[in-house]
C-alpha cells in the first residue's frame, strides 16, 4: 500500500485504524529519509537540476504534508473517534488527486518544460479544498 493510498484506508476502515496509522509513521519515516539524502546531496552537489533553494523547500514542504497527514492520523488515533465525517473522506481524495499530480510532475523538473497544467491542476485541487 502506497503513501497516498494508506490515508484513504484509514479513513474508510476505523477497525484497522491503529494498523494503518503505524503504517503511516513508518511512511512518515521513510520520508523524512529521503528529506535528509535530498538535503545531504544538495550541500554536496555544485550544479543541480533547477534552484537548490526550489528544490530544498520542495522537499520540506513534501516532508511536511506527510508529518501533517501522519499527526492527523495520531489525533484520530488519540480521541478514539469512530466514523469520520464524510468532508474527511473528500479531503482525503483531494489529497490523494495532489499527491498523484505531484508525482506526475518531478520527471518534468530535470527540464522544467510543460509545468504548468501540473501547477493549475494542483492549485485547482487546492481551491477544492479551501
Known sequence: MTATEVPGEFVHDHARRGELA????????????????IFRA??????????????DRLASD????????????DLVILTGLGTLPAEMHQQVSLLQRCAQTTAE?????????DLSEYWIEVNRLENEAD
Open 62 to 73: 513534501l516532508d511536511d504534508v506527510m508529518d501533517f497527514v501522519e499527526a492527523a492520523a
Open 105 to 113: 510532475a518531478m520527471p518534468q523538473l530535470r527540464t522544467l518544460k
Open 22 to 37: 503505524i503504517r503511516l509513521r513508518d511512511l512518515e519515516h521513510t520520508g523524512d529519509q529521503s528529506t535528509h539524502a
Open 42 to 55: 544538495l550541500d554536496t552537489s555544485f550544479v543541480t537540476p533547477f534552484d537548490r533553494e526550489d528544490i
